[in-house]
Structure formats: structure tokens, C-alpha cells
């Protein structure tokens, strides 16, 4: 009988060893239990809150959401982090590098929705729709005094050409802009670029620029990389489109820029500070379109990102490459 028993826990041991489990934070229930019931076997989902996060962590393989170096240093067995979001500035990187964490983002799948609005803000200067909601709180049907900016022909250069970059470039080639990637990554052949440079060579065609798009991640090499000096070399006329993060962009060239009338208008889904507070002086400019970082939610978002967490549940249990993997040292 002890020999069988042996003999039945070595055969059970490695069944046990492969089980996973994965909690999912600040998700409904219902969408938990859809991700539970097409995991693969040996795979448990544990909906986890803020509250209770840290208790289970001590016996999680991976997590989707969120973590900082306390929380990180609760989780023992922690071999997968899946972010919510496009950014991972947010999160322990260095820590998550030492202790072997792999870590995959969404962005790719929110390029959609926040090039959309992107362009959002950048249609409300250009076509003057801020000016015309203005006039129809007061009820007013003023026609004259608007000078509307044609897109076709101009110049968009976009400061970050990854899975938002790429999008943002596929629409300004659909109103007929010409379009300057600034990437540091050598960039594939494709009829949306017409010109790639690395940023080392930013400040060689900014001047050529009717619309600057910043839609680079945040990173070492990346902060205030849009600063003094890089307003004043804009065109004069140009506009500036901010979605990704605020601390790309120096904040109070910004405004001196917009100030003096050297720029046509911002528009910014992104601020530093964030939230922005009411005191700031970025609200008193009428040709600057702020909204609170929502670029990145839409009506689609919550489909892919739940098709992306199944496939990514998939390859972790199967012990296969991860879609989105982060590449820690370089920050995106």
C-alpha cells in the first residue's frame, strides 16, 4: 500500500507542479469567469482587488493589472506580469528585471482608439471646433472670423512610431499628410513612413513639421526629449498633439510657445502634472484642446484586451513566448 501511495504522489507531483495560477485585478466578475472557462487545464483565474491583492500574490505565478516594489516583493512565485495599459512607466521595472519577471503591455491594442483621438484634437484646432463650441453654449451662429487648416499636403512628424505611432501614421496618410517617423529602432519599409529617422535627429525636422504627434513610451532616454529648444524650432503655425505620456514634453515651453503665438495650438490627452490642476496656466489658452487621458478607452479596447489575455494564458501555460513582452532595459 506505501509503495502505491509513492508511486501515485511522484505521478501526481509534476501534474501539480504545472498548475498556474493567475489573478486578474479590477475586472467585473463576468469577464473573470470567461477568461476561467476558456483557460487551458492546470490554470486557475483568482479575481483579486486592491484590498486583497497583496495575501494573494504570495501564491501567485502571474498577475494582470498592476504592482509596485512592495506588492512585487510579496510575490515569491511571480513569474508573468500582464499591464492594462500601452506605458509601463509606472511599474518596478528594475526590481521585475531582477527577479526574472516577464513582463507583456497592451500596446498594440489600444493603438486604435488613442490615434483616433489624436486626431480628435487635432481636427478640433485645425477645423476650429473648439471656437464653434464655444459659440453654441452661448447659442450664438456666428460664421465669420474662422480660418479652417487643410491637412492634405502637410507635414505630420510622429515622435514614437510603435503599436500607437504606426496607427496614428495610417490616418495621417489617409488625409493626405506626409509623414516623418522619429523611432530609435529601425523601422520596416512601409508606405505610411515616408522618412524615418532615429532622435538624435529630431531637431533636423522639426522645423518641417505642421503637426507634431508624441506618442513615444516614457523612458529614461525619452523624458523632456520635446523641450526649450524643440518648441523653438517648430514651425511657426505648427501644432502639437500629445497622447502618451506628459513628462515627454517640456510643460512650461509649452506654454510659452502657445503664449507667444509661435504655435497654432495644442492638443493634449497628456499633461505634467497630472491631474492637471485648475490653477495651471495650460487653461486659459483657447487654441489648447486638454482632455484627462482618456485617449485610450473606447467601446473595442475591452474586446482585445481580453483576447490578448486569453492568448497570453495560453502561451504561459504551455510554456511558449509571450505576445507584448516589455523589454525591461530599454523601457518599452
Known amino acids: 500500500m506505501r509503495v502505491r501511495l509513492l508511486s501515485l504522489a511522484l ?12 489573478l486578474v485585478q479590477g475586472y ?27 495575501v494573494e500574490l504570495a501564491t501567485a505565478d502571474a498577475l494582470i493589472g498592476a504592482l509596485n516594489s512592495e506588492l512585487l516583493a510579496a510575490a515569491p512565485r ?20 531582477a527577479k526574472g519577471v516577464t513582463l507583456t503591455n497592451s500596446k498594440i491594442i489600444m493603438g486604435p482608439e488613442i490615434a ?10 485645425t477645423r476650429q471646433i473648439n471656437r464653434a463650441l464655444s459659440a453654441q453654449a452661448s447659442r450664438s451662429w456666428a460664421r465669420g472670423g474662422y480660418e479652417p487648416v487643410e491637412l492634405h499636403g502637410k507635414t505630420a512628424v510622429i515622435i514614437g512610431a510603435g503599436g500607437i505611432g504606426m496607427q496614428i501614421a495610417q490616418r495621417a ?27 538624435d535627429r529630431l531637431d533636423e525636422v522639426l522645423p ?31 501644432y502639437f498633439i500629445a497622447v502618451s505620456r506628459g513628462r515627454l514634453y ?26 492637471l490642476p485648475s490653477s495651471h496656466p495650460l487653461w486659459q489658452f483657447r487654441n489648447a484642446v486638454i482632455t484627462p487621458h482618456i485617449a ?24 511558449l513566448p509571450l505576445l507584448n513582452v516589455v523589454d525591461l532595459e530599454k523601457q518599452y
Open 250 to 275: 517640456d510643460t512650461a515651453a509649452l506654454v510659452k510657445a502657445l503664449d507667444s503665438g509661435h504655435l497654432a495650438g495644442a492638443g493634449l490627452d497628456v499633461t505634467d502634472p497630472e491631474p
Open 11 to 22: 505521478i501526481l507531483l509534476p501534474l501539480c507542479a504545472q498548475n498556474k495560477r493567475i
Open 173 to 199: 496618410k489617409g488625409f493626405g499628410m506626409k509623414v516623418i517617423a522619429v523611432d530609435p529602432k529601425e523601422l520596416s519599409m512601409t508606405p505610411l513612413i515616408d522618412q524615418a529617422v532615429t532622435p
Open 116 to 125: 483616433d483621438h489624436a486626431f480628435a484634437l487635432l481636427l478640433s484646432l
Open 78 to 97: 511571480l513569474k508573468w506580469l500582464q499591464t492594462i495599459s500601452a506605458g509601463v512607466d509606472n511599474l518596478p521595472l528594475a526590481e521585475l528585471r
Open 208 to 238: 518641417r513639421a505642421d503637426v507634431i504627434f508624441v506618442s513615444a513610451p516614457l523612458t529614461r532616454q525619452s523624458e523632456r526629449m520635446v523641450a526649450a529648444r524643440q518648441f523653438e524650432l517648430m514651425k511657426k503655425g505648427a
Open 296 to 319: 485610450g478607452q473606447s467601446d473595442q479596447v475591452g474586446g482585445r484586451s481580453m483576447d490578448l489575455f486569453r492568448e497570453n494564458i495560453r502561451r504561459f501555460a504551455a510554456g
Open 28 to 54: 467585473p466578475a463576468a469577464e473573470v469567469a470567461r477568461l476561467q472557462s476558456s483557460a487551458p487545464a492546470g490554470v486557475t483565474i483568482v479575481p483579486v482587488s486592491q484590498a486583497n491583492l497583496k
